[in-house]
Each structure stands twice: as C-alpha cells, then as structure tokens.
C-alpha cells in the first residue's frame, strides 16, 4: 500500500488509480529555464484507489500532453466511471504518457 499521499510517477512503472474529485490551481513554481518564479495552471485529481489500494492521495500534472489525455473525463466526471492506467517515459521535454481507460467493475 502507497505510504505517500501524492503520486509521483516513475517511468515505465504503470500506475492505476482512480479520480474521485478535480480541480485547476494555480501554483508558484521556479522555471527550469529562467530560474525565476512563475505562475502555472495544474490539474489536480484526488486518488481514492492507487493500484487496488484504498487511499486519500492528490496526483497533479502541469504537463499539457497528460491534461489533454485526462481532460476529456474531467466535464460531468466523467472519471468517476473509468481506472485509468498512466505509464510514463521520457524527461523533461521529451516526456510522454500512455493513458489506459478501464470501466470500473
């Protein structure tokens, strides 16, 4: 069972989780690039399930490849129905996901 409340994806580890709430928060970061701080728009899905196990955990993405992925479940909650199966590779720039949906039984 995760111990951590935040999933952190790992590449090549598949993870499957359930969504049970979302949101876009707007968050302080420091630019890889320019070092300084900078405003960004994050999706932030609460986790009720992480690979079987039930738990209360928060996974967020600033990335607009896995939001375009996930996005088309977030209108009506969509989610609510779906496990999702993310995997991803890469770093940085040159990341990617693969993003499974199964219908919950």
């Not at 952190?8 to 359930?18: D, G, Y």
């Amino acid at each position: 069972m995760p111990l951590q409340n935040t999933v952190i994806l790992e590449n090549n580890v598949p993870v499957r989780l359930h969504f049970v709430a979302d949101r876009y928060e707007k968050r302080v970061i420091t630019s890889r690039d320019t070092g300084q701080p900078a405003i960004k728009e994050v999706l932030v899905l609460e986790v009720d399930e992480w690979n079987g196990q039930k738990v209360q955990a928060i996974f967020s993405t600033m990335a607009q490849k896995l939001d375009g992925l996930l996005g088309p479940y977030l209108p009506g909650k969509k989610y609510l129905d779906y496990d999702f199966i993310i995997t991803q590779s890469g770093d940085q720039y040159t990341r990617n996901w693969n993003v499974q949906r199964l219908p919950r039984t």
